[in-house]
């Protein structure tokens, strides 16, 4: 097994424990003995507990940016495919049990946010996945551009996160009248 088929089983392994006892009492070796493996190898791949939620946590990030990626494959102007890209990730993330394993647990869940915004992978798939297409709008005249694309990236992301933790209510227009209204209006061009 090389090195990234390890550390694959050992996230699955913890997205399994994550789900099951929730991450605040999921353990080290509790990951490890769900993976057949020793303790000292999980160590070995992950330095601590917070390195393993954060790489979990991004793991799930991933999947649910490719998942939306169709939402930017229409002809729709671009504010409209970043609402129909965030209401998609909102569903799938309130679908994964990690994910609600971790709203479930608010301390939890910003410890992970704060762990995975902080890592060269986070921002590497912020990048791929909304940055540069921030950037592009931006120079095509469709948002605002006097704030750096990787600002508004982690603008999309908070409030994204914050619908998934805490869905709007009707009298808001639900998560589409959110993104619509807040989202939308942040990013508009200025005149």
Not at 1 to 26: F, I, N, Q
Not at 27 to 34: F, L, N, S
Not at 75 to 84: G, K, N, R, S
Not at 98 to 107: A, F, G, K, M, Y
Request: hydrophobic share 45%; with cysteine; net charge neutral.
């Amino acid at each position: 097994m090389d090195e990234d088929e390890a550390r694959d089983r050992l996230l699955t392994a913890a997205d399994a424990c994550y789900a099951e006892k929730g991450p605040v009492r999921t353990r080290m070796g509790d990951i490890a003995r769900r993976a057949g493996v020793h303790r000292s190898t999980v160590y070995y791949h992950f330095p601590n507990k917070d390195a393993l939620l954060a790489a979990s946590f991004v793991r799930v990030l991933s999947a649910t940016m490719q998942a939306v990626e169709q939402c930017w494959q229409t002809d729709e102007p671009f504010l409209t495919q970043l609402v129909a890209a965030c209401l998609r990730g909102v569903d799938i993330a309130r679908s994964s049990p990690i994910l609600r394993s971790l709203v479930e647990d608010h301390q939890a869940l910003g410890a992970a946010y704060h762990a995975a915004e902080g890592s060269e992978l986070w921002r590497a798939k912020l990048a791929d996945a909304l940055v540069r297409r921030l950037e592009a709008a931006a120079a095509a005249g469709e948002i605002r551009r006097d704030l750096r694309a990787d600002t508004l990236a982690r603008w999309i992301v908070r409030i994204s996160f914050s619908l998934i933790a805490e869905p709007a209510t009707p009298e808001d227009g639900g998560d589409q009248g959110v993104l619509g209204n807040l989202l939308v209006a942040s990013l508009k061009p200025r005149r």
